[in-house]
């Protein structure tokens, strides 16, 4: 008596367990927080006035307009934004203490910059002896080129890729930024605010322009191990909360 084979049962509802899974926005939120408390133990103290101030301004003005009730919900909603806000900076700040010093760094604070900079995350020079690098910015201002290292020995070899830029597009506008805490260089955390005080110079097309220029003249450098530029920033989602 012959038997047919069994049909194998499937099995519904079971995913793939291999996969691993991402943080929800509360899980990363308290990372941020936990990495920003561990740097600055004053953030929520900081925080916790900020809410109080504008929830006590709230109500105060509730007071005097005898709208006491829709004057403290915006005066909440306002504050637990307002609280957000600044671990935002902190964290930024903290994240910045971190990786301060370390190779890369200057590439990772670039990467702060929003919508209209071509930022080359990895350096277009490098210092085989001494590690210093140079890391370069497109944008309405011209090129900027960011240096990390010691000022004397930086500047000479920003001065060399300077040099070699001016030759291949005569008619931009160059400036050079020392990153770092010696006189005279900026600090990470103020090295996008000091470009983007820059003047601009260029139209949006022509940031395009000298951006696809200078990726295909250039060679690209391998990073200098030790960090990853655009993983050394906080999470901006998780800090808005989304």
């Not at 308290?30 to 004053?42: A, C, I, L, S, Y």
């Not at 509730?62 to 671990?87: C, D, Q, R, S």
């Not at 971190?98 to 919508?115: D, F, M, S, V």
């Amino acid at each position: 008596m012959s038997t047919s084979p069994q049909p194998k049962k499937r099995r519904f509802g079971r995913k793939p367990t291999d996969a691993p899974k991402k943080p929800g926005r509360f899980a990363q939120m308290r990372q941020v927080f936990t990495m920003t408390r561990r740097h600055d133990p004053m953030v929520v103290w900081v925080m916790l006035a900020v809410f109080l101030g504008i929830v006590a301004l709230s109500l105060l003005i509730g007071l005097l307009i005898n709208n006491v009730i829709t004057l403290l919900i915006i005066g909440i909603a306002l504050g637990v934004l307002a609280a957000m806000v600044v671990l935002s900076r902190k964290a930024e700040r903290a994240a910045f203490g971190q990786i301060e010093g370390q190779p890369g760094a200057a590439g990772a604070a670039l990467t702060t910059l929003k919508r209209g900079w071509i930022v080359e995350e990895q350096p277009v020079a490098v210092d085989p002896r001494t590690k210093d690098t140079v890391f370069r910015v497109v944008g309405r201002p011209g090129i900027i080129l960011v240096t990390e290292g010691p000022s004397h020995r930086a500047r000479r070899l920003a001065g060399t890729e300077q040099k070699r830029l001016s030759r291949l597009l005569p008619n931009v506008a160059i400036h050079v930024i020392e990153s770092g805490r010696e006189e005279g260089q900026v600090p990470l955390p103020k090295i996008s605010r000091a470009i983007t005080k820059l003047k601009p110079q260029l139209t949006r097309q022509e940031v395009g322009a000298v951006g696809k220029r200078l990726s295909s003249l250039a060679p690209r450098l391998p990073i200098p191990k030790g960090i990853d530029p655009s993983r050394a920033r906080p999470d901006r989602r998780a800090l808005r909360g989304r």
